[in-house]
């Protein structure tokens, strides 16, 4: 295969699996958040389809094409996060289960069999070790605000 | 099929149960089990990938090909990653490494402007603009629904599907001589550098916008105010009629 060929073909791979990536984490992932991130990602691989195309016909029609696209992800997450920010003072969540009542009629309705406990348990956060001669306190210098 | 097409398809399952492994399942089990299946697979795909540096046997060849080697990687690591942390906040940084790697393969093509522009756009303001809605509707704690899939192996069997049918689709299609697609130097027969890498790139390219595309820059633009108009009307919708100022009548 001459050199062009083979870069053509290895950057629609790339595309190929950013956008099975993308498409399997919108499928799978509940939070409304990572579902749009998931979108974003299939956005990008078509992008890079786009452009290695563009770069393989010597044409600029697939550089303007990202462009344009980029516009449009622009405007789809401007209404995404507003929708998401409405439906998260609805219900409380970010679960898009809670909203399978749109779903067809006669689908049944997803029901959670178990709720996972949260594994990773409370947090520690680092603490630092205090250093050096602690300075002393002017308690009227700390009560005094001069400019209130 | 041949011998290739089997092995995509191969490589291609392998991701398929290693993502399955590695999204959210509501246990932890099998996720290190998970990375590695996916990493296996990642790299028979780069091992199927054809070389650039045979078809030119340059070093120069060799060292870009090592480059984009290393962008892909980095790309798709990073976004099998944004769908595979529990944590909505590590998602959206993994994806701003995913955006780092595109750019950069972007500017291996030569889109400088594109480079530039999908940094400052998303990770700049798209990226941030998530992250805010995040922050402002992330409940306390860890979400029950981060820790859970919709029918995993259902959506990594798809996605299996797809990707399989496009790279054997993709790689058959290059590899046979009469249905390959001609290159521009091909086409033309003359050895001038190719347009798209032109000197003054973001001259040429702006000049292209605003000259043949002049009508779709128009309709973007319209897009974009209907698209900010849409999201005020969204987020002010719901106000009780009560809320109105007075002197708002009903029209």
Known sequence: MPSDVVLLHNYLIVGALLFGIGLVGFLARRNMIVMFLCAEIMLQGVAVSLVAWGRFHNNWGGQIMVIFILAVAACEAGIALAMILMLYHRSGNLDIVFWQNLREENQPPHVDREIPEDVEGPRTWPTLTPAGVEPELDVEKTLHRSKV | ?251
């Open chain 2, 1 to 251: 099929m041949n011998e290739t097409q089997i092995t995509f398809g191969a490589a291609t399952l392998l991701g398929a149960v290693g993502l399955w492994l590695m999204l959210p399942r509501g246990s932890h089990r099998g996720r290190w089990l998970g990375v590695l299946c996916a990493l296996g697979s990642l790299g028979l795909f780069g091992y199927l990938a054809p070389r650039m540096y045979l078809a030119e046997e340059s070093t120069a060849a060799l060292a870009g090909e090592l480059v984009f080697m290393l962008l892909a990687v980095v790309t798709i690591v990073s976004a099998a990653a944004t769908i595979s942390m529990r944590n909505p906040v590590y998602s959206a940084i993994w994806f701003a490494m995913s955006l780092l790697g595109t750019s950069g393969l972007f500017l291996y093509q030569g889109a400088q402007f594109l480079a530039v522009a999908t940094i400052v756009v998303y990770a700049g303001a798209i990226l941030v603009t998530f992250l805010f809605v995040l922050m402002l509707a992330q409940p306390k704690g860890h979400a029950y629904y981060d820790r859970l899939s919709w029918e995993a192996l259902l959506s990594a069997g798809t996605g299996a599907v797809l990707v399989g049918v496009l790279t054997m689709a993709i790689d058959s299609s290059m590899k046979s001589d009469e249905s390959r697609p001609k290159s521009a130097a091909a086409e033309q027969s003359t050895d001038q550098a190719p347009v798209v890498l032109a000197e003054q790139h973001v001259a040429h390219l702006g000049a292209q916008l605003f000259s043949k595309y002049l009508i779709a820059v128009e309709v973007v633009g319209t897009l974009l105010l209907v698209a900010l108009v849409g999201a005020v009307a969204i987020v002010s919708g719901d106000r009780k009629p009560s809320d109105r100022p007075k002197g708002a009548g009903h029209a």
